[in-house]
C-alpha cells in the first residue's frame, strides 16, 4: 500500500467524486463531462472540475473526442473520461495476496491440476450462491465482476483476478468460468449459461440470459 493509494481512494470518500467515478466506470468507455453531469445531477462546471481530480490522482484517463461535425463552426474536441487501466489496494496492515495467488497459480500449471482447480472454483462458487434469493448479477456484482446487459447477454466490465489473468490466462480464465457456473448452481439456476467469451478489457466471461438464447447464439 502506497501513499498515493491512500491519497487516491480517500477522494472516493467525496459524494460528487464517487458518484462521477461510477458513472465513468458504468459507462464502459468514454464519457463527456456533460455526460457525466447529467447522469449524476451537477453541473457541467463542478463535474469538469472533480473529473479532472480524479485524473490527477489516477483513478480515471482523460483524452479528446472529435466533434462529429467537421469543418468550420465544429468547435474545438470535447474532453472525455475513461476509467485508469491501474488498479488501487487499501489493507492495514499491508497484506499481498497477489503475490500468494501468483505463487499458487504457478504451483497448480507445474503439477498439471488444472481439473482440480476448477473443481475447487466451481464448489467456491456454488458456495457464493447457496441460498441466496438475488439475482445472479446482484451476486456477480458484490464480487466485482460489474455486470452489464448486452442485447440477450449478461456480460461484465471488471475481471476480478486481472492480474493473475496476465500472468496465467487459460488457468484463470478457465477457473473463472467455473466459479461463474458454481454461483449459478447454488442460485439453482441453469450453469450452462455461463461461457467464456473475451473481449478486451472486460471479463472471459459471459452469460446468456437463458438457455435457449445461449442455444440460438451458438
Known sequence: MSDDDLEALALLHDPVRRSLYEAVAGSGGDLGRGEAAELTGVSRTLAGHHLDKLVDAGLLESTFRQQEKKGPGSGRPAKVYRRAGGERSVSLPPRDYVALASVLAEVVDSLGAEEAAEKAARAAGERLGRGR???????????????????????????????????QPLLVCSMNLALCQGVLEGLGDDPGRARLDPRPGECCVALSETKDSKTKED
Open 133 to 167: 434469493s438475488e439475482p445472479v448479477e446482484a451476486v456477480l456484482r458484490e464480487r466485482g465482476y460489474e455486470p452489464y446487459a448486452e442485447g440477450g447477454t449478461l456480460r461484465m466490465r471488471n475481471c476480478p483476478f486481472h492480474v493473475l489473468s496476465h500472468e
